[in-house]
């Protein structure tokens, strides 16, 4: 595929060079169909390459040629030229659009070269619409250009192409000047230019993340910024964000990824609302937002950063008091820069730094607590051992084993209860051999001191289990907290009306670490095996069963989440089966809501066969009864008409009859306006070419309207058949309802890039509430009267104006009266993909 920002940088040519060097190392190569546009050095290209014929299809009384798909396709050639791949195929050709002719050839086993302009993708076609002011009437599918196997820039600055196009190289001498002066401006070019360009870097992005999946590279490329900023929802979260924007901006296409990580401790007393801030700042600023469960805070960020390809990673300043950091050691952000490896951290500075509180010693038990409890259960019972017999014999057993129960406490605050076990153990011999009679043997001579040494023991078991047991219950209500809080974001898309299924895939993926996510949906079962289809998948998924995960997650019956990466621990999962019920319900959302836009045609047009049949009861019976009657009466044989009468009978069956022609043409062609399959054709079109049409259609009436369109009035991009019928509308409107001696105005101008045709009457006018009103089919505002039709002409006039890519719109006349205002493109304003002279454009629904 070549992709370019603009017409004339050169596609064509290098698609045809490409030809010339592939058939030159003996591929088989063809030209399926080409355009030229009349440029001679694209022409010459074309010389000794095989050229198919074209099929040619005749429509509306005019040949048009298209590429013989069946042609191609017998021809059979390893590669096939197939031009302008957004092109709209002629009404009779076998599909509708070039693209999916390609797709057909590709499914032949026919490999296909094509070409392609960045303003007719349909997800920037809005964005070059408003850089342009052009509308593109033809698009095609990103999916389509992003399945290509390779896409080529074809490059070229907006200088050059404007000095291409001054030379004659692009189009005719007649249409530089135009072209240089409405699309093919420096700023449009320039803009045009960059989204190509964004476009193209976002899809070898997206082969870069795939090419590192597959071969499992956790390293950083740098090959683009990527800014992670760490968000806790505390007061400088702010000031965070807005630094890691300015970071990301300083390089063009620089990504910004904003991550808060919930887990057993430290992140987990965050303010729902100030994190939703955030979050909105986050997005306000153009990046992402992400929330991962992990209880390594330092670890989760590096993973998440890791797996991102970031570049980049933005923390604040501990908020740790001194005296926390002597209890609790490195902080997040010394961890993080000592493991970071090659990504940059930057520690920013706020003004919460250092206004922490010292932190609970019963918090959750890490690994590294546990390890500094056993060392403290070994070294506490020999050194309170010396520190006690220092003292001699002032102090009894009883207070002895008190200073033991201590340090058995402090074991058990610092390590749990294991190490509380143990240092109780080495209490109560330390106790036996050296403060129990008789010293320095392991006997006791007492009863009542062994009563006392085994209380002791049961004591220090005991309170170990109570200050263990509160530790894990603090773990598991901080675990809580932190599900509480992915669940409170899983609501929250809910609420904020968020339905994209991949995206909430996305998020149970970085929230539990995984390298994939698919939801599955059994679509056939029998005795021997079942059939499974991915709905939709993140990350990497090579599943075709639910079983070839590592965890899979019921949904409902014929659903599934498949994740792949590790196995889930037995909270993980039921905190899982959250998201996967809600995946379920986005299933059965979106498929409602595809059949709710699948009936609603139907509805409409069974609404719409309910209004004609109560519309046009009166309407269709009158003229078929004026003409039968006159017919009648002219082959009856009990009257002898004069010439007079008979001439007056024939004159009335045959306007009869014009008027339900008039009346069925209109039905046909709003029924095939619904249904989207009116064709039509637009093409530079003067006023003087319609102007017959719109006096023939109002026959004498046509006298009493007052023209006054200037001879100066610019070329418009239309139907002439359709932009007569159009007016003739509006004029015969205007003459219903305008009083005697004050005949309609009809007036023509040109308003920047479009030409604007009025019809002025001094008639009753319309109410502004009404306005909108007067354009539904079989409306005429409760009128009562049946002889002026069915209230179908604006209905018409409004669909067939918005299918030429016009507008209509009703205004008041100075003095009373109603102004219809057509507004059509101007053909000095079309994209330089306009067909040269003698070439119409397929345009609209057909």
């Not at 989204?195 to 590279?217: C, F, N, P, T």
């Not at 610092?414 to 050296?434: E, H, K, Q, R």
Request: glycine share 8%; charged share 25%; net charge negative.
């Amino acid at each position: 595929m070549y992709l370019g920002a603009a017409p004339g940088v050169g596609k064509t040519y290098k698609m045809l060079d490409e030809a010339r060097r592939r058939r030159a190392r003996g591929t088989d190569v063809v030209v399926g169909f080409v355009e030229t546009h009349g440029r001679a050095q694209t022409a010459a290209m074309l010389e000794d390459l095989e050229v198919l014929p074209r099929k040619i299809i005749d429509y509306r009384g005019a040949s048009f040629t298209e590429m013989d798909l069946d042609a191609v396709r017998a021809r059979r050639p390893e590669v096939v030229l197939v031009d302008e791949l957004a092109h709209s195929n002629v009404p009779g050709s076998k599909n509708a659009k070039r693209w999916e002719d390609i797709d057909e050839l590709l499914t032949a086993g026919i490999n296909v070269i094509s070409t392609v302009n960045i303003q007719h993708l349909e997800s920037i076609n809005d964005v070059v619409e408003k850089i342009t002011g052009v509308p593109q009437r033809e698009t095609v599918p990103d999916r389509v250009v992003r399945s290509a196997n390779q896409i080529e820039l074809v490059d070229m600055a907006p200088e050059a192409l404007r000095r291409r196009m001054a030379h004659g190289n692009v189009y005719a001498a007649d249409k530089v000047d135009a072209a240089l002066g409405n699309y093919f401006r420096v700023g449009n070019l320039s803009a045009l230019r960059e989204l190509a360009l964004l476009w193209l870097a976002d899809r070898v992005d997206a082969g870069l993340q795939q090419y590192r999946s597959q071969h499992d590279i956790e390293s950083t490329w740098e090959a683009r910024e990527r800014v992670v900023v760490a968000v806790t929802g505390g007061p400088e979260g702010e000031t965070l964000i807005r630094r890691a924007a300015r970071i990301a901006a300083r390089s063009s296409g620089g990504d910004l990824l904003a991550v808060h990580i919930t887990r057993s401790d430290g992140l987990t007393g965050a303010d729902p609302k100030r994190l939703a801030e955030q979050r909105a700042l986050v997005e306000s600023l153009g990046g992402t937002y992400h929330q991962v469960v992990g209880d390594d805070i330092p670890a989760a960020l590096l993973s998440f950063a890791r797996a991102e390809n970031a570049t980049q990673l933005v923390l604040g300043g501990s908020r740790r008091n001194w005296l926390s950091a002597l209890f609790t050691g490195p902080g997040i952000g010394a961890t993080s820069i000592r493991d970071a490896g090659d990504i940059d951290v930057h520690l920013v500075t706020h003004s919460e730094m250092g206004r922490g509180r010292l932190p609970r010693l019963h918090g959750s038990l890490s690994r590294q607590r546990i390890v500094y409890g056993f060392v403290l259960a070994v070294l506490l019972p020999p050194l309170l051992a010396v520190l006690l017999g220092l003292g001699g014999d002032t102090l009894n057993l009883t207070s002895n084993m008190l200073a033991f129960l201590f340090a058995v406490v402090v074991v058990a605050l610092v390590g749990g209860l294991w190490p509380a076990m143990l240092s109780a153990i080495a209490g109560t011999a330390v106790l036996n051999y050296f403060f129990t009679p008789p010293t320095r043997t392991f006997s006791i001579a007492e009863p009542n001191n062994a009563l006392a040494l085994g209380i002791f023991i049961g004591v220090a078991a005991l309170v170990s289990s109570v200050v263990d047991r509160a530790a894990r219950r603090t773990r598991q209500a901080a675990r809580a907290a932190a599900e509480s809080e992915t669940l409170a974001t899983l609501a929250g898309t809910v609420l904020r009306g968020e339905t994209a299924l991949p995206a909430l895939l996305e998020r149970v993926r970085e929230a539990f670490g995984m390298t994939g996510a698919c939801l599955m949906e059994r679509v056939d079962s029998d005795e021997l095996n079942e059939v499974w289809r991915p709905v939709a998948s993140v990350g990497t998924n090579t599943c075709r069963r639910p079983e070839e995960g590592d965890a899979e997650i019921p949904a409902r019956d014929d659903l599934v989440l498949v994740l792949q990466g590790r196995s889930l621990a037995a909270d993980e999962r039921r905190l899982v089966g959250a998201f996967a019920a809600h995946a379920a319900a986005l299933v059965d959302r979106t498929r409602l809501s595809e059949a709710a836009a699948e009936a609603k045609p139907l509805a409409e047009a069974d609404k719409l066969r309910t209004a004609l049949l109560r519309a046009v009861g009166h309407d269709l019976r009158t003229p078929l009864a004026s003409a039968k009657a006159s017919v009648t009466s002219l082959r009856s044989s009990d009257v002898d008409w004069t010439p007079a009468e008979r001439d007056e009978l024939l004159e009335t069956a045959d306007e009869s009859l014009d008027r339900l022609t008039r009346l069925v043409d209109n039905l046909l062609d709003l029924s095939r306006l619904q249904a989207g399959v009116l064709p039509i054709f637009t093409r530079p079109t003067t006023f003087d070419e319609i102007l017959p049409g719109i006096l023939s259609e109002l026959g004498t009436a046509a006298r009493s309207v007052t023209m006054d369109v200037p001879d100066t009035l610019p070329l418009i991009e239309a139907d002439p058949a359709l932009l007569e019928r159009v007016i003739a509308n509006l004029l015969a409107n205007a003459l219903r309802h305008s009083p005697d001696g004050k005949p309609p105005l009809l007036t023509g101008s040109s308003l920047g890039d479009f030409v604007e045709i009025r019809v002025i009457d001094r008639g009753p006018g319309i109410p502004a509430s009404d306005r909108d009103r007067v354009f539904a089919p079989f409306q005429r505002l409760g009128d009562t009267d049946n002889t002026t039709g069915v209230g179908l002409g604006l209905a018409l006039a409004r669909g067939l104006t918005e299918a030429m890519q016009g507008t209509l719109q009703p205004e008041d006349t100075p003095g009373g009266g109603l102004t219809m205002v057509v507004s059509m493109p101007s053909a000095t304003m079309r994209p330089a993909e306009a067909p040269v002279p003698g070439r119409l454009e397929r345009e609209g629904n057909g």
